[in-house]
């Protein structure tokens, strides 16, 4: 997949180019709702969260900015808004995952056909794996629940002090890793 053919396509879906959406949608619908699924924990409620992602791309197209970075990580950004938020209104508390059970949310979240992008999220899951079981949890908390660090300091027990640094920790420290790829 090109940057580039992205970067046109949403372009084009600025101007209300139908066809260019719906290219975006076939490429992109498996990670938008592999990420919802895994904040939501339920497929109708990802469903209907990646249908809300995709009308959001509908509407705010012309809000990309390619400067800014690649379109999947804005859209991927929507798509987790769109899930927190579907959990907040339904006030659900989403349901812990095992710390050992990421590998489910990697499996589940890249599309498999695109090389290039299957070698950044292999990446990305190699580095989250590297990080300290503490750093790992608390990003695993806030990125993939949607809990806040109040939420997360309420949840494991610790001083909001405490998972401030580590989740600040954490994030330099899978820049690092990032930066060297």
């Known amino acids: 997949m090109d940057h580039s053919d992205d970067i046109d396509l949403v372009g084009r879906v600025a101007k209300g180019d139908e066809r260019a959406f719906l290219a975006l949608y076939d ?36 809000q990309y900015l390619a400067e800014r970075g690649p379109f999947l990580s804005w859209l991927l950004t929507i798509a987790r808004r769109v899930a927190i938020d579907r959990v907040r ?8 995952t095992d710390a050992n059970d990421p590998e489910d949310v990697w499996q589940n979240t890249p599309d498999l056909g695109t090389v290039s992008e299957e070698t950044r999220w ?23 629940q949607g809990m806040s660090q109040s939420q997360i300091a309420e949840v ?3 001083p909001l002090g405490t998972v401030k640094t580590r989740l600040r920790a954490a994030m330099e420290n899978l820049r690092e890793v990032w930066n060297e790829k």
């Open 122 to 144: 292999r990446s990305l899951h190699f580095a989250v794996q590297s990080l300290h079981p503490d750093q790992r949890r608390v990003i695993e908390l806030a990125y993939y």
């Open 89 to 96: 209104l339904e006030s659900r508390r989403p349901v812990l």
């Open 156 to 158: 494991l027990g610790w």
């Open 27 to 62: 490429r992109h619908v498996s990670r938008v709702y592999g990420l919802t699924l895994h904040i939501l924990g339920e497929p109708m409620l990802a469903e209907e969260a990646t249908q809300d992602t995709f009308l959001k791309l509908w509407s705010r197209a012309r």
